[in-house]
């Protein structure tokens, strides 16, 4: 068993009112010092790798399934071998 | 991305306005006869967009004349944002469509999205507060995963728009189909209400007044895919960068009730408004500047940018969201700024209106654009088309048409009801908020939602309608039956059908054949609106609907807009009380081709359709009205796809009660798609009176029972069917297609 | 008597909850600004259904940081009547009013349609016009309607009473002991996922949602003539 | 300035409907080697550490703006200084 974690952001260019709308409010709540906020999620995957390579499953349920390649992009770690 | 740009003489070179949509012949056109010397690459691409087909309406320009578009109700017809019709008060009604097809396939609940944001827009740009909108959505049959994404998706970006907003999504239709699996329309409606004072026109004049930019920052999204399609990429889903466009509805919630203040109560500071939707910054500009006569200055390094490093180019056709632009009378720019503020929004100065009739833009202390303001709309190529009659319609009409014969009347009626275009849509509706606002008297579910009209006695019924299948089949005939069916689905709610917008999807127009579809369904729809008095009064055209070389049906949608004078007057689409009379109005014939009978049984569609008399539809739509305004009606069904059967199913679905019908129609002719007829029930001690209003158009054939029974007894036999359990296959039909893996 | 309909950037049932106060109910109404900082000469005060801030980042986290958040929690503390519904319900919560958190609806789906309600509490300054356990049906519409607190948060609920709206029939959204509206432990604020304002009219087919906006009247009433 | 990523994910006791959803979704395309998901999301908020203490600034605007602590719970990393 293997855990991996799938973290998909926007790609560069796209609009993302999430964040710019999280950014100003905690500018409005005084911190200042923060200069910029992305929003992105992840999915944390047990994968069985007697099954299957891991890599094959985490690029496979990406690109079916977990991405929108019209706007995300993603990157992944292989985290532990449980 | 760092694009060096090519010269103007590299542009004549490598000819990468072909790209862009520009044919050569324009090219030449507008180098030697309209500038007298070689557009720069800002320019190209200015008339690159402005001159295409979604913009210039260059080839299906000719066919639009053929609406009518004006009567005295109408305020403002084609032309502006959206058209006004006139409903008494001194209130207004104002209402446009528009499709996002193209957008919606690529990347569905954006594109959805940006199409309810976009028409929405529209409307608020006249000076209306949008009540409500609808949608019009076909699809490919219900077997792929595909499909089923772009089904959730596309539904999700409505939904998820409209709802954020707080306008109502009442009502539309849903129809599926093979031929639109690659492309799915997606058109979407919406409606405003006003106050005939508030009327605003999209106008920049009056020497020195400002252009002022107000909305969302402007970024690279959706700038004419050439920039995007020529770097080159190799795989599409290594892209780092998308031009795809994400829309902000909270944004868009924040410039409408902004700009409805600015037009409703600033009247005075105001010379102009106009939404930049497809073609962004170009469009509306010159747009403005041509309505008036005007010369126009802008200066792009003060165009809100979201991205570092834009081009002219880019800035001029970036389509960025939920972005306005108005002209202010000089001297009233802080006032308007401090207005946008209160909202959270930036109102920047980006120009003026100045002497002459130049289009001038300056970029980083450069000229990039100077150009005259008509060149860009005025002075596009208007093409003629070739038309040919397509072989399939020939085909049809040597042939018999199809005639079908069932053996078990109640089993085919259970198949009908499960089929997706006529079984319940209310798993996709009830994800749209349709009662924000509190003036939904009739929401998604029957023939035409209403909406009250707060303060008034009056109500509003709205409707979207399209049949692909027959205007495939007879392009002029199933146009008429398009008008015809929006128009009786207002009728059955009580209302006085007032005028129309469209949205005319169809596929590539250099076909012949489909320039052909194009035209003769305009004449047909044409023809319709003239008899009904119902003028067109704004729409939008989508061509280019094709997948692999496979056009989809030509599917012109009608949004018709009704008006109700009295609440009392507003009339169900189900039946109310036990023992009431059931009538059908209209006569039925035998037409079964393009039927969802056809389609069951032999899984296609074929064959020619009989001519409708519009005159004889009129006349009856008319008498009914006149009969529901006289209180004489409990309830009012349309018979559309499915005919008479699934429509008395239908009547009965969400009540306790059932019908025992008896007519002398035959089994097969129970599911005739005849235009123009009801199903309407009736109090028995009207029922003389009711009779003498409808003259013959009217058929007694039974009456409302307490039992979940649908008993009908036709000319060949008799069948009984238990509607609890109709109802249920009805319901679950589109839910369990959805969650079927494939 | 003076009622506060409070106005977010992106609230968008505040005319909803104004209409069915001021033109069914015939009370004074007034509008006010997340800007202001006062509510001062208010006696009750609204938070309408909507999308404040996009409901970017959770439905009413934003929304909690307005100018107007402090004189709201204030108002709570004095024991005033404060009522938030959809939105609202999810704004008081986020701001500490009421306990518990909203989540996303098991169908992960927006949902608008009309559901059954059983009134639990009748004794609350909201309900009194309802009938003890009496069944009622209102709208819903929303995506974040699952209310979610610790075990020993719901168990405090349900022993003092707080839950006033509970889900009889179908539980929409998953929230945890079909739980569809609840107050705080003094009792004067009152957080709902239902609609109440969208059913006031029987031109719009329900009357359902009408008591308890005559109870919050008759009450307040009540506190004004006590304090006289 | 700093780069840091604020992880938010739901508490162990509930309910994610999201990452079941999905669960079952990987499953129906066929990766049974898939035995668990479960969904979160992330911040990368860039902070100017001139003004403030990097891990002040993150408790504070996670505690007040980016978890809700009825249902949710948080981790960070400092990426990089930039
Ligand atoms: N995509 C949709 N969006 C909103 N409402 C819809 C949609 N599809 C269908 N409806 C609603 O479902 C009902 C039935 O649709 P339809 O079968 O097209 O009716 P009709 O044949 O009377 O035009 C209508 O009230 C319509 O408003
Ligand atoms: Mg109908």
Redesign the interface.
Known sequence: MTNVRIFVTYKESVFDPQGETITEAIHSLGHDEVKRVQVGKFFDVQVDTNQKDVKETVAEISEQLLVNFNLETYRYEIMEEA | MIATEMSSQEIKEQKPYLEWGLSEKEYDYICEKLLKRLPNYTETGLFAVMWSEHCSYKKSKPVLREFPSKNERVLQGPGEGAGIVDIGDGQAVVFKAESHNHPSAVEPYEGAATGVGGIIRDIFSMGARPIAALDSLHFGEINQARTKYLINEVVAGIGGYGNCMGIPTVGGEMTFDECYTGNPLVNAMCVGLMEQKDMQVGRAQGIGNAVMYVGAKTGRDGIHGATFASADFSDEKETQRSAVQVGDPFMEKLLMEACLELTNKHASWLVGIQDMGAAGLVSSSCEMASKAGSGLELILDNVPQREPEMSAYEIMLSESQERMLLCIRAGFEENVKRLFENYGLEAVVIGRVVTGQQYLLKHKGRTVADIPVSSLTDDVLEETSQEKVPERILEAQRNQNWAPQISDVADTLKKILQQPTIASKKMFTQTYDSQVRTNTVVGPGSDAAVLRVRGTKKALAMTTDGNGRFVYLDPKIGGKMAVIEAAANLIASGALPLAVTDCLNYGDPNDPEIYWELHQSVLGMAEACRTLDTPVISGNVSLYNENNGEAIYPTPMIGMVGLINNLKNIIPSFVQHQDDLVFIVGRTRADFAGSELQKLLTGDIGGSLNEVNLKEIELRMTKLLRAMEKGLVESAHDLSEGGLAVALAETTFGTKYGLNIKTTLSGEELFSETAGRFVVTVAPEKKQQFLAEMEDEAVYVGQVTEDKQLKIAYRNGQFGLDLEAAEGLWEEAIPCLMKSKD | MKIAVIVF??S??D??LY??LHTVCHADVEYVSHKQESLAGFDAVMLP???S??????SG??AR?SNIMPAIIQFANEGKFVFGTCNGFQIL??AGLL???L???????????TVKLEVVNNQTAFTTHYQPGEHIEL?I?H?DGSF???KSVLEKLEKNGQIVFRYAGENPN?SLNDIAGITNERGNVLGMMP?P??AV?A???NEDGLPLFRSLLANVKKEEEAAR
């Open positions: 950037p992106g968008n049932c005319v909803d209409e069915a259904g909507g999308f801030y996009g409901d970017y980042l959770r986290a934003i940081f919560t986020e306990p518990g958190a989540k996303r609806n098991d169908s992960l789906k927006f949902i608008c349609k709208p519409a995506a979610y607190a610790e998953g609609h304002e969208r009219e031109l719009l087919g």
